[in-house]
């Protein structure tokens, strides 16, 4: 476990911005491509170690890589040219790896066991059983709903409908690459504000299509292809955050994902005050890409719920800290699924913001915190979480002395060079 110090920028900044590549739509490239009879080439593939975890797990399955001209390509002999794994598929710290993965092997021959390391192996995966199980497919968790899970041969997928009430885009899709396997359609339903990348790529390959609020999933074989992919929105919040919290700051982020489940938080940024301009420059297989400005104006308090807070629900330890630099008490509601995230999301956010010498309580759904106007500094754990490690080193942008990360290297999980880049932010003029 590394620690990283932090010392605040000695004035504004302005900077232009290239991120890495959006980690969802990275895993989704790997395993769409893996599924693919023949050969696929993502560009712009992301670099966080969740990525390397789902390439790693599909390769246990068959799946090959190559490089070139920088991009990665993708040979593979389908979804029903799998091989059986050898061992169990390590899933790392990635939810993501375990539960789109699950869906994915529902309607193989052979019996799968997906693993994770000791932050994974306490999160919730018996929620997959039942979305699954409508079609069909076979899986089981430990006793108490946790990993590993066990995903045994079925002999066949049939079509079938299923409700969400969990508003979760890897139980979406989880379910979603289980059904383009199975005998015929299926439905699927599920509260708004989710992201909805996946769906986008299945349409845009004639595999499903929306009908109303539901989405309707077409058995068939998904097509080997290309993925050029933009950089990551989640990501970039980090730096329109450290914007926003130093007045007179600009960041400009280009060729960004701004799919409507993924920017919530640049919504929540202006309703604070911040200045933010986004602008969608072209679509990539159904989703909008473009460039994002955020300029900090001075802070005021928000109070957010309902599908907004699901629409930003990464970046809730975030708006925590830009939240302690705002005028008034800030409140966010219907956020009970930051509880089983890489951390207890609701503990670990409020812990960090009082580690710094903020305000900010616990509530049953969510947190409120407190205003100052500004934080002290101080060491804050990242519970081995990337994204409240993240958020710590942010609130660094405003505080009033440096701030210590224990734990700074949970951010290699989605961006190995955070760090590096968050100060060459705070030193550009």
């Given amino acids: 476990m590394k620690t990283r110090q932090l010392s605040p920028p000695s004035g504004e900044f302005a900077a232009s911005v290239a ?7 990275s895993h989704r490239a790997l395993l769409f491509s893996a599924m693919a009879e023949g050969t696929s080439e993502i560009a712009g593939l992301g670099t966080g170690q969740d990525i390397k975890t789902t390439a790693s797990a599909l ?6 890589y190559s490089v070139a001209n920088g991009s990665v390509v993708v040979t593979s002999s389908g979804v029903r040219g799998f091989e059986a794994p050898a061992a169990a598929l390590d899933c790392g710290n990635s939810g993501t790896t375990m539960r789109l993965m699950a869906g994915m092997l529902a309607a193989q021959p052979f019996t799968s066991t997906l693993v994770g390391d000791k932050s994974l192996s306490q999160r919730p995966m018996d929620r997959l059983i039942e979305p699954l199980g409508v079609l069909g497919a076979d899986l ?3 006793a108490d709903g946790t990993p590993p899970v066990t995903v045994s041969p079925v002999g066949g997928l049939t079509g079938g409908e299923v409700v969400l009430t969990t508003p979760s885009a890897q139980l979406r899709t989880a ?3 289980a059904a383009v396997q199975a005998d015929s359609d299926s439905v699927v339903t599920s509260p708004p504000g989710y992201r909805d990348h996946s769906e986008r790529w299945l349409e845009t390959v004639g595999l499903g299509e929306r009908k109303d609020d539901t989405f309707v999933v077409h058995p068939g074989s998904m097509p080997a292809t290309g993925y050029v992919l933009p950089g990551d929105a989640s990501s970039a919040a980090f730096l329109w955050a450290a914007a926003a919290i130093k007045e007179g700051s600009e960041v400009i982020t280009s060729n960004i994902t701004l799919n409507a489940g993924r920017i919530g938080f640049l919504e929540v940024l202006e309703r604070m005050g911040a200045e933010v301009d986004a ?10 890409v473009g460039t994002v400005r955020v300029r900090g104006c001075g802070l005021r308090a928000v109070h957010i719920e309902g599908a907004l807070t699901i629409a930003s629900l ?10 302690s630099f705002a005028e008034g008490i800030s409140v966010v509601n219907d956020a009970t699924e930051l509880r089983v995230k890489e951390s207890d999301r609701i503990k670990s956010t409020c812990e960090m913001v009082r580690s710094l010498g903020g305000g900010a309580e616990a509530t049953a759904d969510g947190f409120e915190v407190v205003g100052l106007g500004w934080l002290d500094g101080g ?3 990242s519970y081995g979480d990337h994204r409240i490690a993240m958020a710590a080193a942010v609130a660094t942008t405003g505080s009033r002395g440096p701030v210590r990360v224990l734990g700074a290297d949970a951010a290699s999980i989605s961006w190995p060079d955070f760090y590096e880049t968050l100060e060459a932010v705070w030193s550009s003029r």
């Avoid at 991120?19 to 739509?25: A, C, R, V, W």
């Avoid at 390769?59 to 090959?64: F, I, M, N, P, R």
């Avoid at 990464?314 to 939240?323: K, S």
Wanted: aromatic share 2%.
């Fill in 140 to 142: 089981s968790t430990s």
């Fill in 279 to 288: 602008s969608v420059d072209r679509a990539i297989l159904g989703d909008p």
């Fill in 379 to 381: 060491e804050v754990s």
């Fill in 19 to 25: 991120l890495p590549g959006d980690k969802s739509l």
């Fill in 175 to 177: 379910f979603e690459l």
């Fill in 314 to 323: 990464d970046e809730l330890p975030l708006l925590a800290i830009v939240a």
């Fill in 59 to 64: 390769a246990q399955l068959g799946v090959q």
